[in-house]
């Protein structure tokens, strides 16, 4: 049978003749459009129920924990950036195959993430809803306007009455609409999207109030200057003593920072306690200051990695607040919550201890916290790792057990008890650096909180140690500057060094990785001289 003789085959209904770049531009605006509508409506009413943001704190919150270590190892802190925008990639190709169908599933997803966030209130449904309206209503719209262009289904009925019919038939001026109305949807989108990104912000005049009252704060019990010789940054270009603010290392889950002013902050101590405290911000100025230079680290951390800074913190005490509210026996664990759901779980018994100077904290090097380490306020424990007592944007502390609630990182693998390892890191020379041949200087940092440093040694191509020079302490509870220096010549070298605290407790050379409770093993160099 030749294709000549063929029956006419039947009429099929005449099928959309929307071309399919635009079919796809489509899906685009009104995914698009959601997620704009959605931004803006969460800026109005409450920033953590913008859809976008809940659907990126969804993949955050189940993320296995090897994806989880991959992101922070291979993106450092541009995990977070990586991730929205690997979410907008996938996202746009979803849109882009998308049909209406297909728009309403990703608007019930953002739906679902609002709703089991955390954080959930009944008002944050709104935005999703706006969400999933837009979506909705500007495909239907455009799809309408498109086919009623391009012909198809629908071209037949919707055309006739509209008398846009134009002299080289119809199609001429719809498509001037059509494209117009694409091109007003994509810039209105856009401009919802930043507009809510701006709105729901606004912590700045907050934060300059606090720095303005920090300066004005009396009976403040100051940590001591930090003396002449604590370190060797003038000289070798290696880590300063206090890390400047905006260079301290970040960690956190939050897609989105939290942005409570001072005025709305309020902290409820509660649980197992026999009086139960509410404080405002104003009654924790009431408290007496304390300040105190703390040196911070992250479990994560590798051996040698960034992620340790620090600074001087001043605050309250926590071990006093806790007298206060009169802890019952059995209540092992201070359970603290953050404004954005995160959790952690602090051993009670280690705030407890007289000398341990747990803070409930308000300033930083002399200004408010940042709004990125947790304004207005923060917890910070002395010699435990980050994320079983750190808890930034604070907003809740229940006293309970270890066995009634388990806190984030917990849930994921990560240790009940944390304390931080003795650890040490070489900073000069860096790693692969070429120097030149002589007298090459060898520096770097260790610390054993809260014990402090006792001896630093370092060996150079597998020889016997040898005990480097220590720089003046400033308290055990913060890293101590090391230095010393080795006749070489040209070649690859391996420099090595392990740390021995206070009491005479060396450094494992055991390595082990982060997880569960903290990277251990001698930190190693390999430079070349010349
Ligand atoms: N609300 C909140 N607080 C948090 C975290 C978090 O994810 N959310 N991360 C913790 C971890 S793991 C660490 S190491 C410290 C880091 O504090 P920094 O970012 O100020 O250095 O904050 C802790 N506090
Ligand atoms: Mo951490």
């Not at 100077?357 to 916290?369: D, I, K, R, S, T």
């Not at 009940?416 to 060898?442: L, N, W, Y």
Request: hydrophobic fraction near 45%; include cysteine; proline fraction near 8%.
């Amino acid at each position: 049978m030749s294709a000549t003789t063929a029956p006419p085959e039947p009429t099929r209904p005449p099928r959309s003749r929307v071309p399919r770049a635009f079919a796809a531009l489509i899906g685009l605006l009104a995914v698009g459009a959601a997620l704009g509508v959605g931004h803006l409506v969460a800026g109005l009413i409450s920033p953590a129920s913008s859809p976008y943001l809940a659907v990126g704190d969804t993949v955050v919150r189940f993320s296995p924990e090897w994806l989880t270590e991959f992101a922070k190892s291979a993106f450092g802190t541009a995990d977070k950036p990586v991730l929205l925008g690997g979410m907008a990639v996938v996202i746009a190709l979803v849109a882009a195959a998308a049909g209406v169908t297909v728009v309403g599933v990703l608007g019930v997803l953002g739906f679902l993430a609002v709703f089991f966030a955390p954080t959930f209130a009944p008002l944050d449904l709104l935005a999703p809803a706006a969400s999933l309206v837009a979506g909705v209503v500007t495909f239907r719209g455009l799809h309408d306007l498109a086919l009623r262009t391009y012909g198809g289904p629908g071209a037949a009925e919707t055309a006739p009455g509209s008398g846009e019919v134009g002299p080289s038939g119809p199609g001429v001026s719809r498509r001037g609409v059509l494209i117009g109305s694409s091109a007003a949807v994509g810039v209105g989108a856009l401009a919802a999207g930043t507009g809510g990104s701006f709105l729901g912000g606004g912590i700045e005049d907050s934060r300059a109030q606090v720095t303005a009252r920090l300066a004005a704060l009396r009976g403040v019990d100051r940590a001591p200057a930090i003396p002449a010789g604590t370190n060797y940054a003038a000289e070798l270009g290696t880590t300063s003593f206090i890390t400047p603010n905006p260079d301290f290392y970040r960690i956190d889950v939050a897609l989105r920072i939290p942005t409570r002013s001072a005025a709305d902050w309020s902290l409820r101590i509660h649980g197992m306690v026999d009086n139960e405290i509410a404080l405002s911000f104003e009654d924790l100025l009431r408290r007496p200051p304390v300040e105190k230079t703390l040196t911070m680290t992250c479990v994560s951390n590798e051996v040698g990695g960034p992620l340790i800074s620090t600074a001087n913190f001043i605050g309250v005490s926590l071990r006093d607040l806790l007298l206060e509210a009169g802890v019952r026996t059995g209540a092992d664990q201070v359970f603290t919550t953050s404004v954005d759901g995160w959790t952690a779980g602090t051993p009670t018994d280690v705030i407890m201890e007289p000398d341990r100077g747990a803070l409930l904290a308000f300033g930083m090097n002399g200004e408010a916290l940042p709004p990125e380490h947790g304004f207005p306020v923060r917890m910070v424990v002395p010699g435990l790792y980050g994320f079983l007592s750190a808890t930034k944007w604070i907003a809740d502390m229940e006293l309970t057990t270890f066995d009634a609630r388990q806190s984030y990182w917990l849930q994921r693998g990560w240790a009940e008890k944390a304390p931080i390892k003795t650890q040490s890191r070489i900073d000069s020379p860096r790693s692969f650096a070429t120097v030149p041949a002589g007298k090459v200087p060898i520096a770097g940092i260790a610390w054993s909180q809260p014990a402090g440093i006792g001896m630093v040694e370092v060996r150079m191509d597998g020889g016997p140690w040898q005990a480097a020079e220590l720089a003046t302490e400033v308290s055990g509870d913060t890293w101590r500057m090391w230095r010393t220096e080795f006749d070489l010549g040209p070649g690859s070298h391996t420099v090595q060094v392990r740390a021995t605290d206070a009491n005479g407790g060396t450094q494992t050379e055991m390595r082990a990785e982060p997880i569960p409770d903290g990277a251990s093993g001698w930190p190693a160099t390999i430079f070349t001289v010349t």
